[in-house]
């Protein structure tokens, strides 16, 4: 579903991203993890052909990037956290203009469904302006998912919710990732919900895949009970040495 | 264009007509400032006509050249504003991950630019007519290719600025106001290029709109079309155009390695 071979970026001299390499399966939900300043959004940014990398190269539902940047992006939904919805639009009309650009048929009704998973359908006639910042996410993740991509690709989605709404977007995602085989792609720093929502796990620490693997068998190499322990390890102790990898776990 | 590009264009026009129904101010390029232009010069029109000879084809050259002036400023406008409202609104990383090409997302813009130069075109017109009985019409049917060739300017000059604002940043946002300030004196909108100093009508020359302008005031003056004049305002637009083009996918291909596309996402550094 999605490939990235030895990603590289450098900005103002550091090296940002230095070689990660990332292969998402289909219906795969995976989760990068890291600390602030680990590569996470530029890579994701990279993955997404909004930012091209200096050297490596990415293929999303085999599409080449950027080559075929319209018809790989046609895969894939993105939101993040902190991603406003345009001012002057409202809900509906956002959402209309995104399944447009999508080329996403019966809209009327896809819309009413999207907003519906994730319990926010009173929000449609509202104006971006009038919405606190949890429910700007979550009209966005109700954006990225209204054209049933195969990959969604989600930048701290439940960043801004409250436990109650947070849990909401959880369910909303599990549930749309079961129902339609979609491979789910995420930065989150809350390993709770990554635990909860993904069945692999890379940690990025200076722009490195330091960690690959499920879970449990990763907390268990670094010798932490879970992955809020690993996370507390890299962010202490960066950048880390070697790579460790734990693709066969 | 395929039918999925048409819809996606469509889209983006649709969103433009959302920004203005619901920003009011955004009428004052579209109504109160073509109106104000009017007054202006053609106030200023009618004063130099009462000055004895000659005044009268001033008059006609003043009005003739604010009504023409607008068809590149509400072309060039409506670009390029259309463009930073999505760098105002911080939309712009929501539309590159999507499947929107860069191609269509200028069509959409363009298109519902139209309407916002025919909403303000005709203002000009109409308040020329209503308030100095100057009708533009009267120039005929060679109108028509001038018009055309000035909104592909005003489409190119918008080009040109959507590329810097790729490459500088929202500082080079007064281009989309202030480029025209430069443009309008050097194109003879209002006179013949001779009557500008001598060391800047090289430049003027060069110019596609100042070629416009003479085969408009050649009109006027009765003479019917200059068809030298128009070859040569259509073939360095097309250089322009084909320039501008150039300029912006460089511009474009910088603003994606320099990562410049994570605007207002958390710092991808």
């Known amino acids: 579903m999605l490939d990235a071979h030895q990603l590289v970026k450098h900005f103002k001299g550091v090296r940002a991203v230095d070689g990660v390499d990332l292969v998402v399966r289909p219906g795969e939900r995976v989760s990068l993890l890291g600390p602030n300043g680990a590569g996470k959004t530029t890579t994701l940014l990279m993955m997404l052909g909004a930012i091209l990398p200096d050297s490596g190269w990415v293929r999303v539902a085999g599409h080449p990037l950027p080559k075929e940047r319209s018809q790989a992006m046609g895969e894939v939904g993105f939101a993040a956290g902190y991603l406003p919805l345009p001012e002057r639009l409202r809900v509906r009309e956002f959402l209309h203009m995104f399944g447009q650009l999508y080329g996403v048929e019966s809209l009327r009704d896809r819309i009413g469904t999207a907003l519906e998973r994730f319990g926010i359908a009173h929000l449609a006639g509202r104006l971006g302006t009038e919405l606190s910042s949890g ?40 549930e749309l990732c079961d129902s339609e085989g979609t491979a789910l792609l995420l930065t989150s720093h809350n390993m709770a919900e990554v635990e909860r929502l993904c069945e692999r796990v890379v940690f990025l620490s200076a722009g490195r895949v330091v960690a690959d693997g499920r879970p449990a068998s990763v907390a268990s190499r670094f010798g932490r009970s879970d992955l809020e322990g690993v996370f507390l390890h890299l962010a202490e102790e960066r950048p880390a040495g070697a790579q460790q990898t734990d693709r066969t776990a | 264009m395929s039918g999925s590009s048409w819809t996606r264009v469509r889209a983006v026009a649709r969103r433009h007509a959302f920004v203005l129904l619901r920003s009011p101010h955004r009428l004052f390029d579209v109504v109160l400032w073509p109106l104000v232009d009017v007054l202006l010069f053609g106030s200023l029109g009618v004063f130099v006509a009462r000055q004895g000879s000659g005044g009268s084809i001033a008059f006609g050259y003043l009005l003739s050249g604010i009504v023409l002036w607008h068809v590149v400023y509400q072309a060039q406008i409506a670009l390029s504003t259309g463009f930073l ?68 300017v005003g489409w190119v000059i918008a080009l040109f600025v959507i590329a810097l604002v790729l490459r500088f940043g929202t500082g080079a946002e007064a281009l989309a106001w202030g480029i025209l300030f430069v443009v309008m004196p050097l194109s003879g909108v209002f006179y013949p290029v001779a009557a500008l100093p001598g060391f800047l009508r090289p430049l003027a020359t060069a110019l596609p709109t100042t070629h416009a302008f003479a085969a408009g005031r050649s009109l006027i003056d009765g003479h019917g079309m200059q068809w030298g004049q128009l070859g040569l305002a259509t073939g360095s637009t097309v250089v322009a155009g084909l320039a501008a083009l150039a300029f912006l996918v460089l511009m474009l291909g910088t603003f994606r390695r320099r990562g410049s596309g994570a605007w207002h996402a958390p710092g991808p550094h």
């Open chain 1, 135 to 174: 429910q700007r996410t979550l009209v966005g993740v109700v954006k990225a998912t209204l054209h049933r991509p195969r990959l969604l690709v989600l930048d701290e989605p439940t960043a801004s919710l409250d436990p109650d709404v947070a849990r909401r977007v959880r369910a909303g995602l599990s």
């Open chain 2, 85 to 152: 409202e999505e760098t105002w609104s911080r939309n712009l990383l929501n539309l590159m991950v999507t499947p929107l090409r860069e191609v269509e997302y200028a069509c959409g813009v363009a298109l519902f630019g139209m309407v916002k130069l025919v909403m303000g075109v005709g203002v000009v017109a109409l308040t020329a007519l209503g308030f100095y009985a100057f009708n533009v019409g009267r120039l005929g049917v060679g109108l028509i290719p001038i018009i055309a060739v000035l909104l592909v």
